[in-house]
């Protein structure tokens, strides 16, 4: 795995893709190693919001030169990111977290779930298993509240069905209707979202005897695995807690479903 | 120019430390720093067995800094001296290992496990404001205080640190307590017990309800409590609370701290240890001092 660094990095480009979702382009050399699933820390600039801000890495340009990323203003930290324009600096430490393997999905049918803000992971991994070109086949199902983001650049990689909750697009409900709706039928699920998503999927896996990984999110502070902030609870005693709470940033993000109590 | 301190005996290449944990057993800042460039590692805390610590979410931001209720969550003695201490061995610094616990006991155990393994101090933790029983209990009574002092220092084989909690009405009291039971040196602050709610979900940020602030925030209140404590004691002080830099490192200094901790800056900065190393040799170029120890205390 690369090593972890801080460092400040330009914006290439900033667009406003959705009501409160920003889509970011950086330049940096983070990108060269960056895989599907894994994460970066921003810092804000403000001095009274100190701790950085994880945030899933959405897509890497092709000549591995830039990190796209993907996020919702959700608090002050965000919201001063999504100030930040074209040729401004900002400080991110990366690449964290162990990202999806796409080897998994080889000869395999793929549902690529994603749910709100989890949606953006999801891109990187569809595009890397279309270059891959093992899977037998992959379809993203991605569920929104009733604004979508995002669709079109899933189109080129991946079947697309869409859910939203008031039903303007796609199947009304949740990516569980979808799959319902269309009848799909997978072998494997790669998935990131709020958690009451990410618990049904674990149950749908565990009924439709699929293999499931999770992208788990938590409150987190260091990022590197040092502080113990952000722990999720495993079925087994896991290799560095010893006691059955492993570190999301660094263990995780993304979990083999069954391995987590959630 | 020299940057060396002596705590209990023990020689210290420059007055950096980590703050107990916020920095694991260094395996994770190691990808950042050099450890071996840092005056000390001082080791999240240890019990005797493995304990979980709180449920999620552990942490939350607050202005100018943060809360925690990570409740102690370690993977017991055993695990951290056969992973953690040989992971240290690697190094040329001092290996301060922080230990936890319920009960006196508890305390004992881990302290007489640790007797012949290589480590250089014992930071006692009897502050963490996370934790139903022990820790606080133990930081928070002049006379509990006194008596889990004294009865480590019976079993102790290396130089014994009391951590001091800040969540007391005289913190001069506490620290001349653990001196008069034989305790060889003092840190503080750990932090100030702290609670934030979410308006929008009526909810508390943390599972634990109340968690420990740290951060640049809390530093004026650390450095007044270090140089009370400077003025009430004649054992060294490490000191610790909203150290972002070598400038914070320097006032703790002043104040009275022979030795200084990081702690939740390495979160924000994983870099702040060896810049803060490197900020203090600066300063002394800059303003002609030969000896970190003339600057110990220098304001009074």
């Known amino acids: 795995m690369a090593q972890k660094k801080k460092v400040v ?104 779930m994603g749910g709100g803000i989890g949606v953006p992971p999801m891109l990187q991994l569809a595009k890397e298993l279309k270059f891959r070109g093992k899977a037998q086949s992959v379809s993203a199902i991605l569920g929104y509240r009733n604004e979508l983001f995002l669709c079109d650049d899933f189109k080129s990689y991946a079947d697309l069905y869409v859910a939203t909750e008031d039903g303007s697009s796609g199947s009304k409900g949740t990516v569980m209707d979808a799959i319902r709706e269309n009848d799909l039928k997978g072998d494997i699920i790669m998935a990131c979202g709020p958690m009451p998503m990410l618990r049904a999927i674990k149950k749908f896996a565990e009924d439709n005897g699929m293999e499931a990984y999770i992208s788990l999110e938590e409150r987190m502070a260091c990022g590197v695995g040092a502080c113990l902030g952000c722990v999720c609870t495993t079925k087994e005693v896991d290799h560095h807690s010893h006691v059955k709470n492993a570190r999301i940033c660094t263990d995780g993000p993304v979990y083999d479903a069954k391995e987590v109590m959630i | 120019m020299n940057t060396k301190v002596t705590i209990a005996g023990v020689e210290f290449k420059n007055p950096v430390m980590t703050a ?209 404590v400077a003025n009430a004691v004649n054992i060294p002080i490490i000191g610790m609370g909203g150290i972002a830099n070598a400038e914070d490192a320097i006032e703790f200094i002043m104040a009275g701290a022979t030795a200084v901790s990081i702690g939740a800056m390495n979160f924000i900065n994983p870099y702040a240890t060896v810049e803060t190393v490197e900020g203090i040799e600066k300063f002394m170029q800059e303003k002609g001092i030969a000896d970190i120890n003339e600057i110990i205390g220098c304001v009074k």
């Open chain 2, 20 to 228: 107990s944990g916020t920095f694991g057993s260094g395996m994770e800042y190691g990808e950042f720093v050099d450890l071996n460039k840092l005056g000390a590692v001082v080791t999240k805390g240890v019990a005797n067995v493995p304990w979980p610590g709180n449920p999620t979410p552990r942490v939350a931001e607050t202005y100018g800094g943060m809360l925690n209720a990570i409740g102690l969550q370690n993977p017991g003695i055993e695990v951290f001296v056969e992973r953690d201490l040989e992971f240290l061995k690697q190094y040329d610094t001092k290996v301060i290992v922080n230990v936890c616990g319920k009960s006196i006991e508890d305390y004992v155990e881990v302290v007489e496990r640790l007797s012949d393994e290589a480590v250089d101090m014992l930071e006692i933790n009897v502050s963490c404001p996370n934790v139903k029983e022990g820790a606080i209990a133990f930081g928070q009574n002049a006379k509990a205080l006194s008596e889990i002092t004294a009865e480590i220092k019976k079993k102790a084989k290396q130089p014994v640190i009391m951590k001091l909690s800040p969540n007391v009405t005289d913190i001069t009291e506490m620290a001349k307590a653990a001196e008069a039971a034989g305790a060889d040196a003092l840190s503080l602050i750990n932090t100030i017990t702290g609670m934030k709610i979410d308006i929008h979900r009526r909810a508390f940020a943390l599972a634990n309800k109340t968690g420990g602030m740290s951060g640049p925030a809390i530093k004026p209140v650390a450095v007044r409590m270090v140089y009370q």
């Open chain 1, 9 to 112: 990095a330009k914006v290439f480009r900033q667009d406003e893709i959705a009501t409160d979702i920003y889509d970011m382009w950086i330049e940096t050399d983070l990108a060269k190693d960056a895989k599907p699933g894994q994460f970066i820390s921003v810092y804000p600039k403000n001095k009274a919001t100190l701790l950085p801000r994880p945030i899933s890495i959405c897509e890497v340009n092709e000549e591995k030169t830039m990190l796209r990323i993907v996020y919702r203003v959700a608090g002050q930290g965000t919201a001063e990111f999504s100030g930040y324009h074209t040729g401004g600096e900002i400080t991110i430490l990366g690449t964290l977290g162990n990202g999806f393997s796409t080897e998994k999905a080889d000869g395999k049918r793929v549902f690529l």
